[in-house]
């Protein structure tokens, strides 16, 4: 499994990680929704969305953290670029929201 960074943003229900943080164009990274309390009956939806939809595509725009769950897992697709490039993703969750950065290479 990948090494999720522990400096991601925090919010008040948990983070968003992004591993690897700076990636090649082209290539997958994988990203990582953490609760700091495991999910209620029901499970807590989580909403993804990226700033900048064509060099990163989120393969879906939300995660379910399972009941007694604490994390859930998403995938991102990268366009190859012709300079290094900044994208925040964002997670959100019952109001609140929480960000972390990949760098495309």
Do not use: C, H
């Amino acid at each position: 499994a990948p090494e999720y960074q522990t400096a991601t943003r925090s919010f008040r229900n948990g983070t968003v990680a992004i591993a690897p943080q700076v990636v090649t164009g082209g290539q997958m990274a994988n990203g990582l929704v953490t609760l700091t309390a495991p999910a209620p009956i029901g499970g807590v939806a989580v909403t993804l969305k990226t700033s900048d939809v064509q060099l990163a595509q989120l393969v879906q725009q939300f995660v379910v953290v399972s009941a007694g769950q604490t994390t859930a897992s998403f995938a991102i697709t990268t366009s190859a670029v012709s300079s290094p490039k900044t994208v925040t993703i964002t997670a959100a969750a019952a109001g609140v929201s929480t960000t972390a950065v990949i760098t495309i290479q």
